[in-house]
């Protein structure tokens, strides 16, 4: 399986955080899954690092060489990821929100045959088959 990790998702799994399901590390040291962080999820904690970096305390160069080093392979943002945009089903709505980097890594998700990991409640009200929840029912 190949699995995008949300940007949360990445940062629990790196710092081993207890937030982690048993079932997302289980996926995740898996070797026949292949482990995917994308370069949006470098932007955004780019972002967050500087706006607040008390609050996020690694920055992008970081993050990235803890992905190099974790053995996830870098996603890069294509033409097809932005075009995937325009195809998201939000069950019959408008976009549920309007996060960039969420929307981009449910576009990438869906355009590369992936499977995002996500405990975020906004995201998994998409109605998108690539979306995979962390969330108990």
């Known amino acids: 399986m190949r699995i995008l990790l949300d940007t949360h998702v990445l940062l629990w799994a790196l710092t081993e955080d207890k937030r ?6 289980k996926m995740i040291e ?3 899954n292949a ?7 470098l932007w955004e904690i780019s972002i967050k690092h500087a706006v607040h970096p008390d609050l996020m305390p ?3 160069e970081t993050l990235k060489e803890l992905c190099k080093e974790a053995g996830y ?4 943002i294509e033409p097809r990821h932005i075009i995937a945009l325009e195809s998201l089903e939000a069950a019959g709505q408008k976009p549920i929100h309007h996060d ?3 929307r981009i890594l449910i576009a990438q998700a869906k355009s590369d045959s992936m499977v995002l990991l996500t405990a975020d409640a906004l995201i998994t009200r998409y109605d998108e088959n690539c979306i995979l929840s962390l969330r108990p029912s």
Do not use: R
């Not at 982690?20 to 590390?25: N, Y």
């Not at 392979?73 to 890069?76: D, I, N, W, Y």
């Open 30 to 32: 898996d070797l026949s």
């Open 58 to 60: 690694t920055d992008a």
């Open 73 to 76: 392979e870098l996603l890069s």
């Open 100 to 102: 960039p980097f969420d």
């Open 35 to 41: 482990i995917y962080c994308s370069v949006a999820s």
């Open 20 to 25: 982690l399901p048993a079932i997302a590390s």
